[in-house]
């Protein structure tokens, strides 16, 4: 079931934290939400959910619209938000059938629906304790076990490996691309390998913004208009070879590799290559040049220059 934004509006007093975005995710396709903390994800994501209404524009669900069936859309979507609220006192199996009801499921389906979600989320040698003696990562498969148990066609997980050791991420994130392949799913994190791994697409949100979409390889590609090489120069001084290399017109930036005898980072100016003309520079002064590899851009990197702006 897709998702549609249109000109998306929500103000908070004379604060905009959502303006006027618009964006398209296909059935199917897992969608990694980024943004710094108030870029206006988790807003935009309890909009999606029917949990608060926007200003001006509107999103639709399939057929129906988050401002004229709130209601409807609710049936549609499965929501996990950043904490998690859960019943602690409840046993895991109590807590499903629990959700399970008040989704509306029928009493004669309800425990068909419980064996699916604890097998789904890995949940059987868990099932019969208290939540409030699961660890933080079974934790958070009871969550997606109550924001799956009606079948929703749509999953919005917010920050769902917040507090996960490395072990439960690789296993959350194993289940959020299984659940891809049947669904579509809005992943917000702040864990940029986790998104390269888990999702088909990255939008990038700033101060209600969107500012960047595509798949990391193509974002990496645009932002590539400015060369990086990694290079090492010998048989020249290591001023001088500086020097003489921010002269060359191409390069825009010059930084030497700490800890590394003239090695040196090189960015040329935008659309422009600089590697003939280091190689030129190199023959001229009769220097060696024995590296010159290509540094791919990080979406570490890519994420902090649209973000810090």
């Given amino acids: ?51 608060i209404a926007p200003n001006e524009g509107d999103a639709r669900i399939g057929n129906f619209s988050v401002k004229d069936n709130p209601e409807e859309i609710k049936k549609l979507i499965g929501y996990l938000p950043e904490n998690n609220p859960l019943y602690l006192e409840m046993p895991v199996l109590d807590y499903l059938e629990f ?19 604890i097998r789904k989320c890995g949940l059987n040698a868990e099932k019969h304790k208290k939540i409030g003696e699961l ?6 498969r009871v969550g997606l076990a109550q924001a799956m148990i009606h079948d929703p066609k749509i999953l919005i997980l917010d920050e769902p490996t917040t507090g996960l050791d490395p072990n439960q ?7 959020i691309k299984d659940l891809g392949k049947e669904k579509t799913v809005i992943l917000s994190t702040h864990i940029l390998p986790e998104v390269e791994a888990t999702c088909d697409r990255i939008l990038i949100i700033s101060k209600g913004k969107i500012v960047a979409d595509g798949t990391s390889e193509n974002l990496r590609k645009q932002s590539q208009g ?47 290559s600089n590697r003939r003309a280091i190689y030129q520079l190199c023959v001229k002064n009769n220097w060696a040049l024995t590296e010159m590899t290509p540094v791919e851009t ?11 702006n």
Avoid at 135 to 140: A, T
Avoid at 242 to 250: G, P
């Fill in 135 to 140: 660890s933080k990562g079974y934790r958070q």
């Fill in 1 to 51: 079931m897709d998702i549609i934004l249109e000109n998306l509006t929500k103000k908070y007093g004379y604060q905009k934290a959502v303006d006027n975005i618009s964006f398209h995710v296909k059935t199917g396709e897992v969608l990694g939400f980024l943004g710094p903390n108030g870029a206006g994800k988790t807003t935009t994501m309890k909009i999606l959910a029917g949990l």
């Fill in 298 to 308: 990080k979406l570490e990197d890519l994420f902090r220059d649209l973000t810090l």
């Fill in 226 to 272: 400015r060369e990086l090489v990694r290079v090492r120069i010998e048989d020249g001084n290591r001023d001088d070879i500086i020097i003489q290399l921010q002269k060359i017109e191409q390069v825009a930036m010059v930084d030497p590799i700490r800890g590394l005898t003239n090695c040196f980072e090189v960015q040329s100016r935008n659309e422009q």
């Fill in 99 to 117: 959700s399970a009801a008040i989704q509306g499921i029928p009493n004669h389906k309800i425990q068909e629906r419980i064996r699916e979600m």
């Fill in 169 to 175: 991420i690789v296993e959350i994130r194993k289940l």
